[in-house]
């Protein structure tokens, strides 16, 4: 975060995904990977997880989001990248803290991939039983 440039920058996780977000003074264009938004994701659910934080705070038009992501599945990289506005949000505006908080979008969520065990298939899946 540097405040004499009005650079803002955050980092959010999820899943295996994990998301580098600055925040520059603009006009509210995203750019993920250094693709617009709508071309890196296609779903429409996962472009509007991306401007929750954005949309509730009133910020859209006031920020060029620029993310670069790595690792994890498209659903896991929207929710870091989620994470990582929500937090460089904070961090260019302190009082915007409550009500990101209040709408669940300071929270890392700590779901992860459960590992596979040893004697087994999978996390929970067993090897098939014979009888004879």
């Known amino acids: 975060m540097t405040q004499q440039t009005g650079i803002y920058q955050a980092t959010g996780r999820r899943k295996e995904a994990v998301a580098r977000v600055r925040l ?3 006009k509210g264009e995203f750019m ?11 779903k429409e659910t996962e472009r509007l997880v ?24 498209f659903s896991g990289q929207a929710g870091a990248l989620r994470l990582g506005i929500a ?5 260019a505006d302190p009082s915007l803290r ?3 908080k209040q709408n669940g ?7 992860m991939k459960e590992r596979k065990k040893y004697g087994q298939k999978g996390a929970r899946k067993r090897f098939q039983w014979t009888k004879r």
């Open 24 to 26: 520059v003074p603009g």
């Open 32 to 42: 993920v990977n250094k693709r617009p938004l709508d071309k890196y994701f296609t």
């Open 50 to 73: 991306v401007m929750q934080p954005l949309q509730l705070t009133n910020t859209l038009d006031k920020f060029k989001v620029i993310a670069n992501i790595r690792g994890g599945g």
């Open 87 to 91: 937090r460089a949000l904070m961090a």
């Open 98 to 100: 409550d009500i990101l």
């Open 105 to 111: 979008f300071l929270t890392r969520d700590p779901r």
